[in-house]
């Protein structure tokens, strides 16, 4: 008999991120050569001295379980950071230091969010923005933008979503999937909107903070008038490729972050004890000492958005942060090549994988179904062999 699930997980997609990844590592494992273009995760190795942190943290034995919030020092920690790089004044009571960001972020939506409240998500917007919403008993509003402005929300698109039952807006910079950043000025423009609608809380995942080519960073709870409806979430992650380790972090008001403590005393406990105490060294070095990988990042984006620019009928911009391209290929739709007509980017993404053995996502799961997303995390080597199985899979 097939076990009766709930209701919930009937209507849960996968993360077709994740999805396309497995598909690739499953081909690899058949001795398939594919290049893969779709995972956000550094190629690069966790930096040695956060290692020896964690090192260290074994020979002092940090082996029982860790305060829920997370260790004291860790929060202090992140205060520093706060301070350091955004100017921000927090104290170690607003911390809460959880299992990867994501889990800060749907912490922060279980709180904040009551069934029927309309969860405003500009898109192109993360994979996961849009099944959390569902999973709280939100209802999602995209907002959509396109390449022509770079990806990025206008005040005017804000205030038009707003209704009386907005209590929650999802933002992100630098950008996944687009890459795109949002100025000072822009997000002030989108603060004065906030402003007149205090109801409407803000989670700002900046979790590509450093990954940031245009020398500048700016996050919403900068803006003083709305600092204390939004909830600023980070972690470590992507800018010191440390994806499995799994801590993140969010900063938020006493009140929010007590009850984001109450809930993951429920669900998962304290973060990893040892990966806590690592991201203390991580943390105060900054991004300094990280500055080669970010400079390797803008090398691939140059080259990349060379290489993409080669193929005919896609259109592309170039993004000033994260690492990912986000292009409009919706004039390949309706094209038939080796037999395969393209009906829409995710026809594009599976005849990429099948034809030419390069793995990429489709806009269809960040809210853009005519993008499709390529992300630069690998070699310089492998970025040039994949456009070229690309634009060789691409002739008439």
Request: net charge negative.
């Amino acid at each position: 008999m097939e076990p009766n699930l709930s209701s919930r997980i009937k209507t849960l997609s996968t993360s077709q991120t994740i999805a396309m990844a497995e598909r690739a590592a499953d081909l690899k494992a058949e001795g398939v050569d594919v290049i893969s273009l779709s995972l956000g995760e550094p190629d690069f190795d966790t930096p040695e001295y956060i290692v020896e942190a964690a090192k260290k943290a074994m020979a002092n034995r940090f082996f029982k379980y860790p305060p829920i919030v997370g260790y004291k020092d860790v929060r202090e920690a992140i205060c520093r950071k706060l301070k350091r790089d955004n100017h921000l004044s927090y104290n170690p009571e607003q911390i809460v230091v959880s299992n990867g960001s994501k889990q800060s972020i749907f912490n922060a939506a279980m709180v904040l969010v009551s069934p029927g409240d309309e969860v405003i998500l500009p898109s192109p917007y993360w994979v996961s923005y849009y099944e959390i919403a569902k999973l709280v008993g939100g209802v999602p509003v995209p907002i959509k933008t396109t390449i022509e402005n770079d990806f990025k929300m206008t005040p005017e698109q804000l205030e038009q979503a707003i209704t009386p039952k907005t209590k929650l807006m999802i933002f992100n910079t630098p950008s996944n999937p687009s890459g795109s950043v949002y100025t000072k000025t822009e997000l002030a423009e989108l603060g004065k909107v906030l402003e007149r609608y205090p109801n409407v809380y803000i989670i700002s995942d900046e979790i590509y903070e450093y990954i940031n080519f245009t020398g500048d960073f700016a996050g919403f709870a900068e803006i003083d008038s709305i600092k204390d409806r939004v909830v600023t979430i980070n972690g470590v992650s992507k800018a010191f490729a440390m994806t499995g380790w799994r801590v993140g972090y969010m900063a938020a008001h006493p009140t929010i972050a007590k009850a984001c403590a109450k809930i993951q005393s429920q669900v998962t406990s304290g973060a990893n004890s040892i990966a806590q105490k690592a991201i203390i060294a991580a943390l105060d070095g900054g991004k300094e000492k990280i500055k080669y990988m970010i400079d390797a990042f803008d090398e691939r984006r140059q080259l990349l958005y060379n290489l993409l620019k080669e193929i005919p009928d896609f259109k592309v911009n170039i993004p000033t942060g994260a690492f990912y391209f986000f292009p409009d290929v919706s004039e390949l739709f309706g094209k038939t090549f080796n037999g395969v007509t393209i009906n829409n980017a995710t026809d594009l993404s599976m005849y990429l994988l099948e034809e030419a053995k390069v793995a990429t996502v489709t806009g269809d799961a960040f809210g853009n179904p005519e993008c499709l997303r390529f992300s630069y995390a690998t070699s310089k080597e492998d970025l040039k062999e994949a456009l070229k199985r690309v634009k060789e899979a691409l002739i008439s």
